[in-house]
């Protein structure tokens, strides 16, 4: 037995040592667990059991999720993305994960939502996108998830929910949407919610106790419980043509306020006294089976003493029918004796509503119009003209990918309530001054990948709200400041993938976007930034990697005085000098430099950058030794990979460091020799080297020069701009914080 037993345990064994496990990954395999965090993946491993339930892949670097990213792992139950740098999430990205109940994609650079996003999550409980980028949610990315019950998208960039985004959460309970921008919220924005339990809008723009109207019509709803309705200042409710079939009599106990309600057209036999509403003028009940027995008697008492006028008519008994309620009196609603509501209803046919005739949806030649989710499509339909004739409540308008070359004047003019409106692909080499008249409600405008070398002055006149608008993947060669002036709510502005070569001085942000608070400038051709060209101070993330500066733009961001994420990664800068962030040091959280070629880095290169500060990261950078990591206190992400990093006692401050901080930081040598690939944290020399009684250095610590000098004319030079720089130091520098 014992011979047995001993086989049975190494058989087990050797399947446990036989199942796939990707290189640089960690495996559980009696947990059915894959960990592959922070090992700078670009994509999803391969080699990963088709049995893992549980996978982590945070901390990598995948920029994309492509179609069928996750087909060899079907039994996924827990999948762990956060802080992966995606960009985009494709169509079928996750159908293969019909199990799935946990997505984590919060800590990414997600900027939309589209229809196919979530295709094939069926059992998805939980979907955490918190942290990203999102400024816009398409119709329809969510109707795959009908068993989701928590949605977290707070710590986005939205402004505005359009109407029925959330279509398909049919089980959501907590819908999160927290630390937004949100100031404007469609009529039917959270319609077909039914079982919503909990909605978090703090930390936006809105201001919901001042809502007085709200909208709720065409919804199939069939119950309104007690306290459906919490609005203080609500004064007009509409509910009409849902499917409601009873509404609590404490529905509106919350909303005291509320004049005039409307459930006509829905299936209520008979209606309560509402508790609630003490000045509520009129009950609109047309187009309900109203029975008029001694059922609705307590309501039309209660509507004489409270002077509130009733719409809507009997349809039974037989000798009342269609009789006005307004005109019933109290006498005439009489039960039989024994008789109940519903064997009347039985005993007379109450008249039905004629069905009405749907129009005809109007919809240009050649595009796809929803009126109920009123958008409208083009996309790649070889337009060479923009279409006439979409339906005037469509506010999310697509014609991506068509071949327009030029937008004349009035191009817009007919669809005035247009809130999203997309021209990528379109191969837009010119537009028109005033070619977006008309359009008041715009919110967001893509330009993106077309052919544009500059913008008229006027060319966004007429549509005064912008707040997003993306030009990256055009040919511009200048910063459009002037064309900017006419959208003075221009929050967020993407200028990507275009050949500006430098940013000039003089009122760049303060005349033309003064309320802009992320700019994107990410692979231009960039090489210098003038002196306060930058002079904005609500500007809060400033992407200028993938450029050719050739040092730090200490001069150009003297004026950004709120700016908390800036990204450098990806130019020249071969020398990180001292105070080289200090005009921003007060505010600054995220501070990114990757593959930017320095060579050496001052001492004093991070000063005043103290507790704020909360992302470091320099990857892939040749310096051999990093400034005092210590003062940063408040650091919770540090990317130290690809550094080669000399390890002698000179490094001893960033081995004491390393040892300090509670969260994973790869950092390993490059030299000398026999130290070379080693991890800092395990080199035994550091514990030989002698202890330093020197404190943690303050934020005006002394410099170090870029060179060590070598002669007496070098040290007088060093020394003399050593001096000259511990003045500058000392000196009063005005920030605003």
Known sequence: MKFFAAVIILSALILVKAAKCPRMCSCDNTKLTVTCAGKNLTKVPAAVDEITVKLNLRNNNMKSLPKGSFIQTPYLTHLNLQSCNIEHVKEGAFRSLGRLLNLNLAYNKIDMLYQESFDGLSALKELNLHHNRIEEI?????????????????????????????????????????HNLLNNLAPEAF???????????????????????????????????????????????????????????????????????????????????????????????????????CFLRQLRQWAQKNTVKLFGSCTGPSHLADEPLEKMKVLDLRCRRGESLKEENEKDDAPTQPTKTEPKVQCPDNCDCNVDGQHATCEGRGHTKVPKGFPAITQLLDLRNNHFHYLPVNSFKTVGSVISLHLELCKIHEIESGAFSGMKKLLYLYLSDNDLTSLDPEAFKGAPELTYLHLEGNRLLEFPGTALAQVPHLFVLHLERNVISKLEPSGLLSSTAPNLRELYLTNNTITAVAKDALDSELLAVLYVDMNQLKEVPTRGLSKTSQLEDLNLSHNSIKWVGPNAFQPVSRTLKKLKMDETGIEKMSSDALTGLGPGLRALTLRGNPVEVLPDLRPLTGLELVDLNDIPLLCDCTQQTLYRWLGSVNFEVTATCASPPEQKGQKIREVLLFKSCRESSESPPTLKSKTVSPKPSKTKKDKARSQKGRAKTISTTKSKVKLYG
Not at 139 to 164: K, R, W
């Open 191 to 293: 319609a077909g919610l039914f079982t919503l339990t909990r909605l978090s809008l703090d930390h936006n723009e809105l201001q919901l106790p001042e809502v007085t109207r709200l909208d709720m019509n065409h919804n199939p709803m069939m119950y309104l419980g007690d306290e459906a309705v919490s609005m203080v200042k609500l004064t007009h409710l509409y509910l009409d043509h849902m499917s409601l079939q009873d509404v609590s009599d404490q529905a509106l106990s919350k909303a005291p306020r509320v004049s005039h309600l409307d459930v006509s057209y829905n299936q209520l036999h008979y209606l309560e006294p509402l508790s609630g509403p003490k000045e509520l003028i009129s009950l609109n009940l047309t187009g309900n089976p109203v029975y008029c027995n």
């Open 138 to 178: 398409q119709p329809g990315a969510f109707t795959q998830l009908g068993v989701l019950n928590m949605l977290t998208l707070s710590h986005n960039q939205l402004v505005y929910i359009p109407n029925m985004v959330f279509q398909g959460l049919h089980n959501i309970k907590w819908l999160r949407l927290s």
